[in-house]
Structure formats: structure tokens, C-alpha cells
T-cell receptor, first 117, second 113 residues
Framework: DQQVKQNSPSLSVQEGRISILNCDYT??????FLWYKKYPAEGPTFLIS?????DKNEDGRFTVFLNKSAKHLSLHIVPSQPGDSAVYFC????????????????FGKGTKLSVIP | NAGVTQTPKFQVLKTGQSMTLQCAQD?????MYWYRQDPGMGLRLIYY???????DKGEVPNGYNVSRLNKREFSLRLESAAPSQTSVYFC????????????FGPGTRLTVT
């Protein structure tokens, strides 16, 4: 059973417009959520995160929104740039899910974002 | 400061062969992780080491073994490779102070024929 779902495998957006990437989760015990960005032939890099006690976190052009009642989070990129073209992974975790200190992350399948110049 | 390094970058094995994937981090992180990524799939945790001297199974541990050699190094061993283990393998590390954020290496692309 997939606990973190990214239902859109791909998304195309014009440069300068807003990109919205969505993520749903099923485990209500998750208390921390992260977005990772991955370019081809590279490892994922951390982008932005949000704790379950917040509903918004902003870092420059990137904003993550969390709707706990809907078990939904979204990543907004404004304005989108061609360099943002990558695969974006949503990840979730909860403290001590497998023992204190484990901090395991559960990843979605990713959304491939293409920003068209 | 190289971050997380993985060797080799690419490897082709025949079914039944064994090999060890190496991972090292120079950030003095306590926790280290091994993931695999398959086409159309997210990253799935194979094994992790919460701290030096401890290792635990993740979501997909079958067919793999790990060794936390010291605080810097965490290796993944395939004793008898199978085509189902064809994948891209990522190592990651986490600092005790960075909460949930993990830092990833560049990956090893493994093909088993």
C-alpha cells in the first residue's frame, strides 16, 4: 500500500508561470514532509520541508502548503524557470517510526516537471 | 568537502555474481541509508544505520546485506545478484541535528544480466 502518492507523473509549465506539484498521504502519523529535486544521473537534493504543526513554509520561489485534514501537500514554484526542470519527490516521515533515531523517509513516485522556455 | 560519495558509478554483473557498493560521507553524520530507485517508482529503503555499530532492515532488504564499517562508511553487498536487482542505488546520510533531511550521493547504476 502506497503511503505517499504523487498522482501526476509529469507536468509541463511555461517559463515564468506557477508550477504546482501535488502529493497525498495516507498515514496520519506522518509529522514531517519534505520535497526533493532530482536531475538525471544525480542524487536527489533537498528542496524544502514542512512540519505537521505548520500549514505553510516558504523559501524564495518555493512554497510548500500542508492541508492535514485532507492529507495533502503541494509545492508551488513561482516563477518557474527552465532550470527547475527535474523530477520532484515528495517524502514523509514520523519520529521513531522504527525506533528512535531511524527517521525513515517514505517517498512518492515522483513528478517530472518540464519548464518550457 | 565531497559530501556523500559512492563507488562505482556503473556496474554490470552476471546473475549469481557478488559485489559490494561503497558509500562514504565526510559530514560526520550519524545515520546512513541505502535506497534503490526503479523506473516509475520512488526511492525505497533497503537498509539503514541509525548510528555507528547498528543496522536495520528497511522496506526491501531481501537479497542484500550491509556493513557500517565506521562512522564514515556504509557498504551494501549483493551476495548473489539477480536481474530483479537491476536498479539505481543511492546512499544517503543524515546529521542528528538536521532532523529528517537526508543528503544523497550521486548513485550507482547496476545492471544484472
Amino acid at each position: 500500500d502506497q503511503q505517499v502518492k504523487q498522482n501526476s507523473p509529469s507536468l509541463s509549465v511555461q517559463e515564468g508561470r506557477i508550477s504546482i506539484l501535488n502529493c497525498d498521504y495516507t498515514n496520519s502519523m506522518f509529522d514531517y514532509f519534505l520535497w526533493y529535486k532530482k536531475y538525471p544521473a544525480e542524487g536527489p537534493t533537498f528542496l524544502i520541508s514542512i512540519s505537521s504543526i505548520k500549514d505553510k513554509n516558504e523559501d524564495g520561489r518555493f512554497t510548500v502548503f500542508l492541508n492535514k485534514s485532507a492529507k495533502h501537500l503541494s509545492l508551488h514554484i513561482v516563477p518557474s524557470q527552465p532550470g527547475d526542470s527535474a523530477v520532484y519527490f515528495c517524502a514523509a516521515s514520523r519520529f521513531g517510526s522504527s525506533g528512535a533515531g531511524s527517521y525513515q523517509l517514505t517517498f512518492g513516485k515522483g513528478t517530472k516537471l518540464s519548464v518550457i522556455p | 568537502n565531497a559530501g556523500v560519495t559512492q563507488t562505482p558509478k556503473f556496474q554490470v554483473l552476471k546473475t549469481g555474481q557478488s559485489m559490494t557498493l561503497q558509500c562514504a560521507q565526510d559530514m560526520n553524520h550519524n545515520s546512513m541509508y541505502w535506497y534503490r530507485q526503479d523506473p516509475g517508482m520512488g526511492l525505497r529503503l533497503i537498509y539503514y544505520s541509525a548510528s555507528e555499530g547498528t543496522t536495520d532492515k528497511g522496506e526491501v532488504p531481501n537479497g542484500y546485506n550491509v556493513s557500517r564499517l565506521n562512522k564514515r562508511e556504509f557498504s551494501l553487498r549483493l551476495e548473489s545478484a539477480a536481474p530483479s536487482q537491476t536498479s539505481v542505488y543511492f546512499c544517503a546520510s543524515r546529521d542528528v541535528g538536521s532532523f529528517y533531511e537526508q543528503y544523497f550521493g550521486p548513485g550507482t547504476r547496476l545492471t544484472v544480466t
